[in-house]
């Protein structure tokens, strides 16, 4: 049936101003639809953590790609939400959590298996790189599943972070001075400002103060990209640290 | 680094720079006014050491400084502000920098340098001037009205040397205009020439606000020009004005307009006064001081008469002149105030004169208007005043620029400094509800506003600032951007309104209010939008006429309003149903929001759920604005009621209240029309809607749908290209290409459809669905139930379980039709246990009629009866045809036929169209004829099937189109004519040649052929 009002009419993905998990978490039905948005563009964003999971547990390439797929069906299909779980406060533990029990039960990956499973996420990176390009050229040494997860989690935001920063510098109109600055954003490093300031004709001063901006601006996108990822704003420090702890061990 | 590394950066370093701020580095991060104000002990300006602060200003605080390299000096550092954007300061500053290096003038400070420290605070470095304003410097020295005169004349000298080199000052008050003793005579300098101008000062952006917020600013002196754009166009007249104000103090010690009650009135009131009051006198003024005139005139070595008396004559008139609203009467130049003030000196003329009593009469007019047309309506008899004043009314609005009733207009995202964010989007909403009740204004709407964006390479839902919104007026041909802000100062709200002629800058118009707390702030922006529709054109009387106020217009919450406008930012229906669904329970009374839930739930193929959105929006609908109320009813009548005559009124009343708004068009040619069966105006409403809004894609298709149910192919072609050509895309295109290519019998062409819309969500279902129809058109009903399986499953997958329902109808139909009995009931039941909707209804029902299930059928009559009284397509189309088949059942073939009588007019409707699946036309004849073969009227029933072959643009796939050429076989058979007969029933076989060969009709059908 039709009606005047066709709002829909634009294909484009939607924009969640409240942060996705929370909406899937508040929802309390996973399969209302709201839900589902908010799961298939976390998927979306972090679809390789769990790809290279599956990889490490030993899974084929085609097998760890259907199953990364069932398994978003099986997300999408409310299989997991509906279990009272602590870990439901981040996306992460759960997904995480989820994904073990889903490759513990044969019987379910046999048929998902059989099925062929459809394709909810491309399982591609923007750059076109295949899941298994990236996992070939994940390190050899022999950390577990587990950390590989936790690992490519961590690295996943920052690309994401990373991403969108850029992707603002090129809404105005100046990729090149992303790249240019973006060594700013490293920590406490002293880089040398004149000779920048010079190369990029403004003033030091200047310089200094679009540091300055870049860094706060990095700063709120990393906590904006977690907060997608906990049910609980309080949460995203303790995760934001955790991420942390993740990515700076040994 | 390597494959760890985004953009090349080493990760672990990256993580280590979020916690920066929160680890305390030094780069904090978190700065507040008070660690601006507390010195600068852990900032860097550089070669500049701090000394000591020399005073405050609105926009930041100014040292004395030493600096060291390459000589020793003393300077004056004004530190800007935080809050404001840096870069923006470098930047205007560097280009008024080289105007500012050409300056030289005694007594102009000169500007020496300007830079960012690290923190980011901007600072400029000035020439420091150990000087006290000019009117401190007057009063101490109890300097005679000559002397302050010379002393004023030399800085209006200052000022004209800046504008000869093209810098204006804008913020020209008696602490920028500094004096000191040099071999004891008094050298007056004007200071902060270029940091006004650098730092945005009139803005309405911070700075201005927190300015008057924090009551530092000096409204005083600023020009109405000034408190009228904020961001105007200021000139060097802006200056005399300044200069006025400066001359006015100078002279009688008091400002035009008592400091203390500019501010108390609030900043709204403030700043109406700076654009709108007339200075009083400087007599009147200084008759209205009281006991203080003593000391004013003792500072002026003269005493309160004589003062009164010097003041009341050509220096009266020299400062009505500078102080002039109008720029245009004003001095044209500082040079001309200088040149009048020496003509006073030296006792010549002056250029300035009382003003004319007809100039008088105008400001008086403008000033008092409504009392002006009464008076001027009621006093008949002077005439002449009448007409005066009429014409002089007339003359000074038509001078201003206004909109057309053909312009569109853009509306520009809300400034809004208060960091509250529930006025993000809330007050651009607000304002366009208001807006859209206007008959006279256009707004360019959210889609194209979103498609406008993407040819900007900017996301749909990027920001629209003013810089943005006025690239989208110029893009869309609109003539105007209205610009908004919302600011607090206290408690108090402070909201400004804008409409800029996007193609040479220019303001149309401008209106503020203030709302003494947030629970005003929608009834202060209503009040806004009403003025602003007058002020650009509409008529008053339309303005009174649709003027519902924006609380009872929309809601009370402002929360309740944020989740609409989000949700109508929202482009998949999930998120947006999901804000919807958040403003009904922040506001259970939000009409508006609930129907919008009802139609997105539509659009997903949920009409009982929709549906009841939809009545409560109709129930709430005095809780809408003007055209709100007709769109409400609209879809009430048209989802709810399904009575299309009452959806067509509304329509038409909508439209002529709202003769610039497409969406009554559009409805009627989308919904209405195609059920009424009325095609023509199906194709008339199209056009009328792509002739408002040519850039919004569903009119073509509705266009193109239109031409292809009259057979007019081509034209539906051409519906698609003109769509094509203006680069629009609409996901009902790939299902009407696919019709089109059916009727064209292009095999290709729908099947290139299919691959078009495959995994799209909600339209690869419909798709699967017709191809379901297609293959059951040609009899291949194995592959047309694997098909439905598909399209059911895919529309499952989306949760659209009422489509997905309405596929198993239809396919239970399709084998009742068939004579597969059984998998009909199968069908038809699974249908009616996931849907009530009134289409599955009625396919289950004549299902069942086919079948033979009088009783099964009986009920769902019943149903459809009890629910739609007074629906349309339920009593005129689907319930006769219905009861026709029961009747030939019985065989009743006369009851029947009066039975069908009713459906006459509407047979030729189609109840679902355009993009989503339809099926149901002609069924009403298709049941006519057959009645006519039980009645043994040949002839009669040969008319009416091949009225199902004549309309196949819409019969189309539908099993009847097939089925038809069956039953002109045998009605032909019936009046005896075998050849006519012979080659009908082969016409049915050859469609058929790749059938299942057991379909029970295909098996009569060759045993009948074999008969013949």
């Not at chain 1, 920590?187 to 003033?203: C, F, H, N, V």
């Not at chain 2, 206290?490 to 193609?503: D, E, F, M, Q, R």
């Not at chain 2, 005003?520 to 649709?546: P, Y």
């Not at chain 2, 739609?868 to 029947?896: C, H, M, W």
Request: charged share 25%; proline share 5%.
């Amino acid at each position: 049936m039709t009606n005047g009002q066709t709002v829909h009419t634009l294909p484009g993905s939607p924009q969640f101003p409240t942060t996705r998990w929370t909406l899937v978490v508040a929802a309390g039905d996973p399969q209302r639809k709201d839900a589902r948005s908010a799961l298939v563009s976390l998927c979306e964003n972090y679809w390789y953590p769990l790809y290279a999971y599956l990889r490490r547990r030993g899974h084929a390439p085609d097998q760890a790609q259907d199953l990364t797929q069932e398994f978003f069906m099986r997300v999408l299909e409310g299989r997991y939400l509906d279990r009272v779980d602590p870990e439901k406060g981040r996306f992460r533990s759960f997904i995480l959590t989820s994904l073990k029990f889903f490759a513990a039960d044969e019987q379910d990956r046999q048929r998902a298996q059989k099925r062929g499973g459809g394709a909810i996420v491309s399982l591609e990176f923007s750059s076109g790189e295949s899941g298994e390009e990236r996992y070939q050229r994940e390190p050899g040494h022999d950390d577990t599943p587990d950390r590989i997860f936790e690992r490519r989690w961590a690295l996943s935001m920052l690309e994401r972070v990373m991403e969108r920063l850029r992707e603002e510098f090129v809404q105005h109109g100046s990729p090149e001075n992303f790249e240019r600055m973006k060594v700013f954003l490293l920590g406490q490093s002293e880089a040398p400002y004149a000779d920048l300031a010079r190369e990029m004709t403004t003033s030091e001063g200047a310089l200094k103060v679009a540091i300055h901006r870049l860094r706060k601006r990095y700063r709120e996108l990393f906590r904006q990209e977690i907060a997608d990822t906990v049910a609980d704003p309080a949460e995203v420090e303790a995760e934001l640290r955790y991420l942390a702890a993740v990515l700076t061990r040994k | 680094m390597g494959s760890d590394d985004p953009a090349g950066l080493c990760h672990k370093c990256l993580m280590q720079g979020v916690f920066e701020s929160s680890l305390g580095g030094h780069d904090s991060g978190i700065e507040t006014v008070d660690t601006v104000t507390a010195g600068f002990s852990d900032d860097d300006f550089g070669r500049y050491h701090i000394l000591r602060p020399l005073g405050e200003g609105g926009m930041g605080t100014v040292y004395l400084a030493e600096q060291r390299e390459p000589i020793r000096r003393f300077v004056a550092l004004k530190v800007v502000k935080l809050g404001m954007d840096t870069g923006q300061v470098l930047a205007r500053f560097a280009n008024e920098r080289q105007a500012l290096a050409i300056m030289d003038h005694p007594s102009i400070a000169r500007i020496f340098d300007a830079g960012a420290t690290p923190k980011g605070r901007p600072y400029f470095v000035m020439e420091y001037i150990a000087g006290v304003p000019i009117t401190q410097y007057c009063d101490r020295r109890r300097m005679t009205i000559g002397q302050r005169l010379e002393v004023f004349l030399s800085v209006c000298r200052a000022v004209q040397h800046a504008h000869q080199k093209g810098v204006i000052h804008r913020d020209l008050k008696p602490s920028n205009v500094l004096v000191m003793e040099q071999e004891e005579k008094p050298v007056a300098k004007v200071i902060d020439f270029g940091i006004a101008k650098a730092t945005d000062q009139w803005a309405v952006e911070k700075t201005l606000l927190t300015q008057f917020g924090q009551m530092v600013g000096t409204p005083e002196y600023a020009s109405p020009e000034q408190a009228e754009v904020m961001t105007g166009e200021v000139d060097e007249r802006s200056d005399v004005y300044s200069l006025g104000v400066i001359l006015y103090e100078l002279l009688i010690g008091v400002v035009p307009f008592d400091p203390t009650k500019l501010r108390r009135e609030g900043l709204a009131e403030m700043l109406r006064i700076v654009r709108e009051e007339e200075a009083p006198s400087l007599s009147r003024k200084l008759s209205a001081m009281g006991a203080a005139t003593a000391d004013i005139a003792s500072q002026r070595q003269t005493d309160p008469a004589s003062l009164r008396r010097l003041v009341d004559g050509d220096l009266n008139w020299i400062t009505v002149k500078a102080l002039e609203k109008v720029r245009e009467r004003r001095y044209a130049s500082v040079a001309e105030l200088g040149s009048d003030i020496e003509r006073y000196v030296e006792r010549r003329p002056v250029l300035a004169s009382p003003p004319s009593g007809l100039y008088r009469a105008r400001k008086f007019v403008r000033r008092h208007r409504p009392a002006v047309f009464g008076a001027a309506a009621g006093l008949v008899f002077i005439a002449f005043a009448g007409l005066t004043v009429w014409s002089l009314v007339h003359r000074n609005t038509s001078s201003r620029p206004k909109l057309t009733d053909r312009d569109t207009i853009v509306l520009a995202d809300f400034t809004n400094t208060t960091r509250d964010a529930v006025f993000d989007d809330t007050l651009r909403q607000g304002l366009a509800v208001q807006l859209e009740q206007s008959p006279f204004l256009s707004l360019i709407s959210d889609q194209q506003i979103q498609q406008t964006l993407g040819l900007m390479g900017q996301k749909p839902d990027a920001r629209l600032t003013p810089e943005v919104a006025r690239e989208l007026c110029q893009r869309t041909a609109s003539a105007a951007v209205l610009n908004g802000s919302i600011a607090q100062i206290g408690n108090p709200y402070l909201l400004t309104v804008k409409a800029v002629n996007c193609s040479n800058g220019a303001t149309l118009a401008s209106t503020e209010a203030a709302a003494s707390d947030k629970d005003h702030v929608l009834d202060a922006l209503g009040k806004m939008a009403s003025e602003m529709r007058h002020k650009l054109g509409e008529s008053l009387s339309t303005v009174q006429k649709f003027d519902t106020p924006l609380e009872e217009a929309t809601t009370p919450s402002l929360e309740a309003l944020k989740a609409l406008s989000s949700g109508k930012r929202a482009t998949s229906p999930p998120v947006a149903i999901t804000f919807y669904k958040r403003a009904v329970e922040l506001d259970p009374n939000f009409a508006v929001a609930y129907a919008w839930l009802g139609i997105w739930h539509t659009s997903i193929g949920e009409p009982t759920i929709a549906a009841g959105y939809t009545q409560k929006a109709y129930e709430l609908r005095d809780h809408a604005s003007e055209p709100e109320r007709y769109f409400v009813s609209a879809i009430y009548y048209k989802e709810v009621l399904g009575n299309l005559e009452k959806a067509e009124q509304a329509c038409r009343l909508w439209m002529q209240a709202y003769p610039r708004s497409e969406v009554p068009h559009i409805y009627l040619a989308g919904g209405i029309y195609p059920a009424m069966g009325r095609y023509d105006g199906v194709i008339a409403e199209a056009r009328e809607a792509v002739r408002l809004k040519p850039d919004y894609p569903a009119p073509y298709v509705f266009l193109m749908d239109g031409y292809m149910a009259l057979n007019r192919f081509d034209e539906a072609k051409s519906a698609y290209r003109q769509a094509i050509e203006r680069k629009m895309y609409h996901h009902y295109y790939p299902a009407s290409l696919y019709h089109l290519a059916f009727l064209q019998n292009d095999a290709a062409g729908m099947k290139q459809q299919l691959t078009v819309s495959a995994g799209q969500l909600g339209v690869e279902n419909t798709l699967l669905a017709y191809e379901s129809d297609t293959s059951a058109y040609y009899g291949r009903v194995r592959e047309s139930e694997e098909l439905t399986r598909r399209a059911m499953e895919s529309a499952e997958r989306f949760d659209e379980k009422e489509i997905s329902a309405n596929y198993s109808a239809t396919s239970g139909l399709r084998d009742a039709l068939f004579g597969n009995a059984g998998e009909a009931r199968r069908r038809a039941s699974v249908a009616v246990a996931h849907s009530t909707g009134v289409d599955v209804l009625y396919a289950s029902a004549l299902a069942s009629a086919y079948n033979g299930d009088t009783g099964r059928a009986e009920t769902l009559i019943k149903e459809l009866n009890k629910r739609f009284p007074e629906g349309t397509t339920v009593q005129f189309n689907y319930l006769p045809t219905i009861r026709a088949k029961l009747a030939l059942n019985r065989g009743d073939s006369s009851g029947a036929l009066e039975t069908l009588q009713a459906a006459l007019p509407y047979e030729l409707g189609t109840t679902t169209f355009s993009g989503e699946y339809t099926w149901n036309g002609l069924y009403p004849a298709f049941v006519r004829g057959e009645a006519y073969l039980a009645a043994h009227q040949g002839n009669e029933a040969t008319a009416e099937f091949l009225k199902i072959l004549d309309h196949r643009g819409i019969v189309w796939n539908s099993p009847i189109g097939a089925l038809a050429h069956l039953q002109i076989g045998r009605a032909y058979a019936l009046s005896g004519d075998k050849i006519k007969a012979k080659s009908a029933y082969e016409d049915f076989f050859t469609l058929w040649k790749d059938a299942d060969p057991d379909i029970p009709i295909l098996k009569s059908a060759r045993a009948e052929y074999g008969k013949l």
